[in-house]
Structure formats: structure tokens, C-alpha cells
């Protein structure tokens, strides 16, 4: 991977790191115009600057499908690449192994992810790799006319009358059952939602999934589709409202109806939750995977934060990395000595 330097500060206004958004922004973007995507896009340029991530100190990987075209699309100063069909996962884990100080953020697809990457994004998760891993979930592949995806829903029809006989992978479903430490679902027409979830995984230290439906204007925005925009806004259930408050400057909240729960992340920024639904705990693992299930048996999108545990030891952490990039050390530090070799193998005999 390369990134260029960090661009000298903008005119106008600009973020605690002295950037302006501008910088945040990538290549004009080749999807089809309306294409929930280059809402997801156009979020993410905004997380990204409201929460002054370093474009030098960012890493952006993606896999293949229209979703993994995306990182083209912001932060163009910034390291990239595009990897093989399902492959950004180990992709992801192997650039956050040599530089533990990059803000990892994986772009895949439900096709990327949920058929050929499934086995990748399992053990991702199992490793608790520190990362932003969004997935832009449409349910059809795209790339190739419009045919099922693996998260399309039982009942769903494709654009041609055909009805989906098959279960589907639930993005979120799946995460939460393997250990993610951090799953939320949104919608990439609600920035109001999606933003905060954003800067939220940004700052979580472990694998942060968002499964984020974006409906595919050209093969999957019809009538009898459960992933169209119409679809969506009529059977969307919110879990709460969220705000994001950063470490290192103090907000004061004040919701004056409804219960509020406050969700300190590691590095000491917090999210505040007010519950509008049913009662919903994001630190109990049954009671997310609760919440996906019943929301799927009532035909509803369930979004907001499902499941959140800011303790979990992410892989730096298990492997015992040291805090010097990996990158950075030399072969003094990472070869052994002649003699602690034959120590080694003494200890062998």
C-alpha cells in the first residue's frame, strides 16, 4: 500500500487536524446515478472528516463488486487496494498486523462478503481484527445483472418475477454468533443514523461490522423487493438515536423523553443511546441476536447498534504485538541471535 502525504490544509472550514473536507473526497464515482452506495460514500467522507482521521495513517481495502469500487471514491490521498473476489478480509488483517497504528476500513458487498469472502469474514471476526468492516448490502449482484444474492430474503422478487426460495445470511445475524465486538445495521439514506455509527467503529478497538442497506437503483429498487428504497423506509424499525462524542471534547447531551444508555468506547469517546423501541441492551449478546431474529420474522430492518463490547482484546493485543509497528522494527529486533537460536534448539533436545 501507498498514500501520499498529508495535503496542506484547505480554505474554509476545517477539522481539529487543521484538514478540510475536500481533502476527504476521492474520484468521481462510475456507479449508477441514485446508487445507494454513493450515499454510504458520501457518509463516510463526512465521518472520516468529522472524526480527523489522518489520511496518511488510513488504510482503505476492498474486495470486488460494485461495493469494492468505493474506496476509489474518498480520501483519494490515502493507502488503498482493491484485492481479489472475498479476499479483503485477510487483505485487512495482514496490513493491521504490520502497522498497528492504521484506521483500517474494509468495503465489501453482500456478494463479497456473504458467498465467496464468507469463510474470510468468519474468522475475521473470530480474530477480532481492529477494523471497520462495512458491508454495502443490496442483495444482488450488480456486476453480473441483477441475480440473488446470499443475504436476499426468502420471498423477495428479482427484477425479472423470480422469487427467492433460499434462507438468507444475515450479515448481522452471523457477526454477533461468531463474537464481533462491534455490530450495528443502517441505511444509506439515513445519514442522521449512519454517521454516528460510523465515527462510533472508527474509534472501536476490534472488528466493527455495519451492515448497511444500500438498494441497487438499476436491478433491485421494485415492487416485490425487500432491499428497495420503498421497502426499506415502510418497514424500518429504529433501535435508538445516536450520538457520538468524541474524547476530546465535552457535548452535553440532553434528551428530554425516553431512557438513555452511554456506551464509553476505549479510547474514552462515548455513544449516547436513546431507546425509542422496545427495551434494548447493546451489551447483551442474546438479546442482539433477539432483535435480528424477531425483526426478520416480522419482515422488518431492524438498524441502530446491536451489539457492542469495547473490552474485548482485539489480535495486536492476543498475539502480544509489541507497540512498535511491525514494519518499523529491523532484523536485529526481529531475527534471533546466533546464540539464543542455539538456546532454542538446546531446549529442543
Same mark, same amino acid.
Given at each position: ?96 498486523? !504490520? #502497522? $498497528? *497504528?492504521? =484506521?483500517?476500513?474494509?468495503?465489501? %458487498?453482500?456478494?463479497? /462478503?456473504?458467498?465467496?469472502?464468507? @469463510? ?126 468524541? !474524547? #476530546? $471534547? *465535552?457535548? =452535553?447531551?440532553?434528551?428530554?423523553? %425516553?431512557?438513555?444508555? /452511554?456506551?464509553?468506547?476505549?479510547? @474514552? ?81
Amino acid at each position: 500500500m501507498t498514500a501520499t502525504a498529508t495535503p496542506p490544509p484547505a480554505a474554509g472550514p476545517r477539522n481539529r487536524i487543521g484538514i478540510g473536507r475536500e481533502t476527504y473526497k476521492g474520484l468521481p464515482t462510475t456507479l449508477c446515478a441514485g446508487c445507494g452506495h454513493n450515499s454510504i460514500t458520501n457518509h463516510l467522507i463526512k465521518a472520516l472528516y468529522e472524526s480527523a482521521i489522518p489520511p496518511h495513517r488510513l488504510a482503505k481495502t476492498s474486495g470486488i463488486g460494485c461495493s469494492s469500487k468505493a474506496i476509489a471514491y474518498f480520501v483519494e490521498s490515502a493507502h488503498g487496494l482493491n484485492a481479489v473476489h472475498g479476499r479483503m478480509p485477510s487483505i485487512t488483517t495482514g496490513a493491521k498486523l !504490520a #502497522d $498497528r *497504528e492504521l =484506521v483500517m476500513v474494509g468495503i465489501s %458487498g453482500d456478494g463479497d /462478503t456473504a458467498s465467496i469472502g464468507l @469463510g474470510q469474514y468468519c474468522h475475521l471476526i473470530r480474530r477480532n481484527v481492529d477494523c471497520t468492516y462495512i458491508v454495502e448490502d443490496n442483495g444482488v449482484y450488480g456486476l453480473t445483472k441483477g441475480q440473488f444474492s446470499a443475504t436476499a430474503d426468502i420471498g423477495s422478487v428479482q427484477k425479472k418475477g423470480q422469487v427467492n426460495e433460499f434462507e438468507t445470511i444475515d450479515i448481522c445475524g452471523l457477526a454477533v454468533e461468531l463474537g464481533a465486538s462491534f455490530v450495528a445495521r443502517s441505511f444509506s439514506g439515513d445519514g442522521k443514523q449512519l454517521v454516528p455509527l460510523l465515527r462510533a467503529a472508527f474509534a472501536h478497538r476490534g472488528t466493527a461490522v455495519l451492515d448497511v442497506i444500500s438498494p441497487c437503483v438499476t436491478f433491485n429498487d421494485h415492487e416485490g423487493s425487500t432491499k428497495s428504497y420503498e421497502y426499506v423506509k415502510a418497514h424500518d424499525t429504529v433501535l435508538q438515536e445516536l450520538d457520538f462524542i468524541p !474524547a #476530546d $471534547r *465535552e457535548i =452535553v447531551v440532553d434528551y428530554p423523553e %425516553g431512557t438513555t444508555t /452511554t456506551v464509553r468506547l476505549h479510547d @474514552g469517546s462515548e455513544m449516547v443511546l436513546r431507546k425509542l423501541g422496545p427495551e434494548h441492551d447493546p451489551s447483551d449478546r442474546l438479546a442482539a441476536l433477539r432483535v435480528v431474529l424477531e425483526g426478520r420474522s416480522r419482515g422488518e430492518l431492524v438498524t441502530g447498534l446491536l451489539y457492542v463490547d469495547p473490552e474485548m482484546a482485539d489480535l495486536t493485543e492476543r498475539e502480544r504485538l509489541p507497540q512498535v509497528p511491525l514494519r518499523d522494527l529491523g532484523e536485529a529486533e526481529l531475527r534471533l541471535s546466533p546464540d539464543a537460536f542455539a538456546q532454542l534448539l538446546a531446549e529442543w533436545a
